[in-house]
């Protein structure tokens, strides 16, 4: 039946841990190149504030490509094209019907005027604008625009044709007249339009290769826009990689693994190093849990604003891991997650190490989280723990040539890293809602934290100020039994705040009838009326008493079990040996003379039910001396492992041992003999010692 039990609860956990391994992998971003922040922040004709970047792989070299494309468009030639032979004939055709209506000009003037014409024609006539540039293109060819004409440069040149009184000039002014000397090139808007887009695209063309490994850029030069085309290259290339579905699957199989890797570690840590904690339920899902949604805020945090990593408040794990169980668990669970968070980590290195400094404190700082102040003081130590490594961190990678590179680095433009220290400080703040998720945690999962068990141990709570007020006797036995408890405690390293708790209300339940036992009973004693069975069953009472007074005041599970079984499932000998000598001749059933138990399941109980036997017995001894007080604890402790009471308890031989001689050194010390002056001695004959048991 226990192996059945144990198997349930290792695949309970295997379970939750494989569920967990898939949600955290779920919420993970697909895995990237990296793309540097740098690579998403310069602008261009400002200093690069980053350190010398390198091309991370083989990058085409562009030039400045406005400039390029200026140039580009200025030095352009648009493309002309003559008008079709047509119009030639047609011009020619025009001009020799105006010399046919002019014999009077004589015909070797004629002549000439229609040969320079048709020459002026052959070779071009072009505008004033077309003249502006030095060539035009026609089809592939560059022609000179200096050997072409425009109609005013023609006209000139008919002039000199033109002798006195030869009426040559009605002929010329027809020629200009009929628009003969219009440009007969026209420019080719589509194939000039088209000729510049190729010659943009060819500017904009690589015209090298930037190798892996050469510098791009160096720290504090310009970012002239020739560098920031070779960027813009770096980042777009980026970007396509990450874009390729291919790499998706083995990225996921990659994370699933590491996830699957750490989960796994943590699993055996506790399977192997706290069992205790590992066959608990409520502890194990609580941990599982809280470390899987932890890192899925993280993940999100980190997919929509990716930079802000540094001010998730990590510290918070550790802090509220360690007021439920113990600081190894804290630190181990700590570790396990700032793994997992480091894969969405921008600089992975530095993170670690940052927030394995950071558990640290966090868990040292926490050990006794028991009064404000402690979170305060861990929150200062965290805003100094991550400031320390991230100063030197940064002079580590920086090389910082002088103190005033370091602090221009930190202070001025375009560096301006000190808001990263108002982030550390930030995260030391948000540790103040360790007080809410420990709160919360106590409500879902019913654990005790130590700030509540500090709470518990104040005397003015209600339930020990009842106890006080009725049953003074019994609230002064507490109080001894936690003292004595907790110096045990302290010694077998068990939790010394709850034990301290659980003494303090242990005996709650004898508010019911507190003149029924002998610490309340001043010279009556009711027992005297009642049969041993009648008695014993009163005594017996103040457990489930205590318990229904436990749970109307909401104690927390953990104090109900010191109720339940300080007394363990032992027999209230003195009743029962009565119950015996009264029937001396039949067998006495000792049923109704023992406690409803369970025996004691934890070290703190187990303690609890020693003290409280140990020093109700001391207290009836007339000479507290050393022998009488050791020959009482080892009768006490014996006969309650003798009975089988300790079996149940994680507590060893050796810590019941030291148990025992811590109850002795603290006795001994609680009842030293002093000087007898005579007030004392004439105090001791006119007081009867009050009877001292249960």
Not at 548 to 571: M, N, V
Not at 629 to 637: F, K, L, N, S
Request: aromatic fraction near 10%; proline fraction near 5%; include cysteine.
């Amino acid at each position: 039946m226990e192996k059945s039990s144990k198997n349930t609860k290792l695949l309970v956990n295997v379970g939750f841990i494989v569920l967990s391994v898939l949600l955290i992998t779920y919420f993970l971003p697909e895995t990237e190149l990296q793309i540097p922040e740098c690579l998403r922040s310069y602008t261009v004709d400002a200093k690069w504030a980053y350190d010398d970047y390198k091309a991370p792989f083989d990058v085409d070299h562009y030039p400045d490509t406005a400039a390029a494309v200026k140039k580009v468009k200025d030095e352009f030639v648009p493309t002309y094209e003559r008008y079709d032979e047509n119009s030639h004939i047609n011009r020619l055709a025009t001009l020799q019907e105006i010399m046919n209506a002019h014999p009077e000009v004589p015909a070797q003037v004629r002549t000439a005027i229609l040969e320079k014409v048709k020459q002026c024609l052959e070779k071009g006539i072009i505008d004033e604008n077309t003249s502006k540039m030095k060539y035009i293109m026609e089809g592939e060819e560059k022609i000179p625009t200096a050997n072409m004409y425009t109609a005013e440069q023609v006209l000139k040149k008919l002039s000199p044709l033109s002798p006195p009184n030869s009426n040559a000039e009605i002929i010329i002014n027809k020629i200009s007249a009929e628009e003969i000397l219009a440009p007969n090139l026209a420019k080719n808007e589509a194939k000039s339009a088209q000729v510049l887009a190729d010659a943009i695209e060819s500017a904009r063309l690589p015209d090298g290769i930037v190798s892996k490994g050469t510098v791009i850029v160096r720290k504090g030069d310009i970012v002239t826009p020739e560098v920031a085309n070779t960027l813009g290259q770096c980042y777009k290339i980026m970007v396509e990689t990450n874009e390729k579905e291919s790499s998706h699957a083995w990225s996921w199989f990659a994370q699933c693994a590491l996830v699957s890797l750490m989960m796994a570690s943590f699993f055996l840590f506790m399977y192997l190093f706290r069992n205790r904690t590992f066959s608990d339920y409520r502890k194990m899902i609580f941990l599982i849990v809280f470390i899987t949604l932890f890192i899925v805020m993280v993940e999100i945090i980190v997919v929509k604003v990716w930079w802000q990593i540094y001010l998730v408040p990590f510290a918070l794990v550790p802090i509220v891991i360690t007021a439920f169980t113990d600081s190894r668990t804290a630190f181990y669970s700590h570790m396990v997650m700032v793994v997992i968070c480091s894969i969405v980590a921008k600089d992975r290195a530095e993170f670690i190490i940052m927030q394995f400094l950071v558990g640290n404190i966090a868990v040292t700082s926490m050990y006794e989280f028991s009064r404000r102040a402690h979170l305060m003081r861990c929150a200062f130590f965290v805003f100094l723990g991550y400031s320390v490594v991230y100063f030197s961190m940064t002079a580590i990678n920086k090389n910082f040539a002088s103190f005033a590179e370091m602090w221009s680095f930190f202070t001025d433009e375009p560096y301006n890293n000190w808001h990263n220290f108002l982030k550390f400080a930030l995260n030391a703040g948000f540790l103040a809602f360790s007080y809410v998720l420990i709160f919360l945690v106590e409500k879902i999962f019913g654990f005790t934290s130590t700030m509540t068990l500090v709470e518990l141990s104040d005397t003015n709570h209600v339930l020990l100020r009842e106890l006080a007020s009725t049953c003074s006797g019994t609230f002064q036995h507490s109080l001894q039994v936690a003292n004595l408890a907790c110096e045990a405690a302290t010694d077998i390293n068990a939790n010394v705040q709850l034990v301290r708790a659980g003494a303090l209300f242990h005996d709650v339940g004898k508010i019911e009838n507190p003149a029924f036992f002998t610490e309340n009973q001043y010279g009556v004693n009711p027992h005297d009326a009642l049969t041993p069975m009648q008695s014993a069953q009163i005594v017996i009472n103040h457990v489930p008493d205590g318990l229904k007074r436990a749970s109307k005041a909401k104690l927390p599970k953990a104090i109900c079990d010191f109720i339940a079984q300080h007394h363990g499932k032992g027999t209230t000998k003195y009743f029962y040996t009565m119950a015996c000598k009264a029937n001396p001749d039949g067998e006495v059933d000792p049923a109704p003379y023992t406690y409803p138990g369970p025996n004691p399941q934890s070290k703190e109980t187990a303690i609890v039910m020693m003290a409280d036997a140990c020093e109700a017995a001391t207290r009836s001894l007339k000479e507290p001396d050393e022998a009488t007080i050791t020959a009482i604890v080892d009768r006490i402790v014996s006969s309650q492992l003798k009975d089988g009471l300790l079996n149940e308890a994680p507590i060893t031989l050796r810590e019941i041992s030291i148990v025992k001689q811590a109850f002795i050194n603290r006795l001994r010390s609680m009842y030293h003999q002093r000087i007898e002056y005579p007030d004392d001695v004439a105090s001791q004959k006119s007081t009867p010692h009050p009877a001292e048991a249960d």
